[in-house]
């Protein structure tokens, strides 16, 4: 089974800030990843797909990158609406899976 | 507009059953794919069960496999989850979430809201 392994765990920045969350697979998965934002009391949102497309109404501040076994989730700068928590996910084989998740604070 | 809305959630004794249901509209249901994923309680999201468009392929995760049993009602617009011999770890909201395809690459593109199982006795 392929894992998947997000860090940091927990980040907080200010309005403005550059930020980065990565994501490293256990094994390749090509550009088989998502990347999921989830606020708090609500159900997740796709914000990136194929690793790098942006979603349909995505601003884009959002952008993804990286291929194989590293990808990173880059908010290029933040937003007093960009709090919550991020998920990666891969969708190359079964049984699918998440990353743990990333906790986004405003300072 | 898509919608997804679950139901079925509740509170149920360990050992006990409950059928989740997500009715869907707004789309052609029979042309997708479609996914259970949960969410324990301040906890990550976790992918339970996928079925495709004519019910041939249904995997599990290894938690619930043997446990849960994943369908659909084309004519009826409707993904189910059956779950059995239910324990506090399966205690979870569940949502149902819809698979689109960017060639060959998937991902869940619409989500609903979730319905809350809680296994307690």
């Known amino acids: 089974d392929i894992q998947l392994t997000q860090s940091p765990s927990f980040l907080s920045a200010s309005v403005g800030d550059r930020v980065t969350i990565t994501c490293r697979a256990s094994q390749g998965i090509s550009s088989f990843l998502a990347w999921y934002q989830q606020k708090p009391g609500e159900a997740p949102k796709l914000l990136i797909y194929?690793?790098?497309t942006l979603q349909t109404g995505v601003p884009s501040r959002f952008s993804g990158s990286g291929s194989g076994t590293e990808f990173t989730l880059t908010i290029s700068s933040l937003q007093p609406e960009d709090f919550g928590t991020y998920y990666c996910?891969?969708?190359?084989?079964?049984?699918?899976?998440f990353g743990q998740g990333t906790k986004v604070e405003i300072k | 507009e898509v919608h997804l809305v679950e139901s079925g959630g509740g509170l149920v004794k360990p050992g006990g059953s409950l059928r989740l249901s997500c009715a869907a509209s707004?789309?052609?249901?029979?042309?997708?794919?479609m996914n259970w994923v949960r969410q324990a309680p301040g906890k990550g999201l976790e992918w339970v069960s996928s079925?495709?468009?004519?019910?041939?392929?249904?995997p599990y995760a290894d938690s619930v496999r043997g446990r849960f049993t994943i369908s659909r009602d084309n004519a009826e617009n409707s993904l189910y989850l059956q779950m059995n011999s239910l324990s506090a770890e399966d205690t979870a909201v569940y949502y149902c979430a819809r698979s689109e395809y960017s060639g060959s690459i998937s991902y869940y593109d619409y989500w609903g809201q979730g319905t809350l199982v809680t296994v307690s006795s």
């Open positions: 996910q891969h969708l190359h084989s079964y049984p699918r899976a």
């Open positions: 194929a690793a790098f």
């Open positions: 707004g789309f052609t249901f029979s042309d997708y794919s």
């Open positions: 079925i495709d468009r004519t019910s041939n392929f249904r």
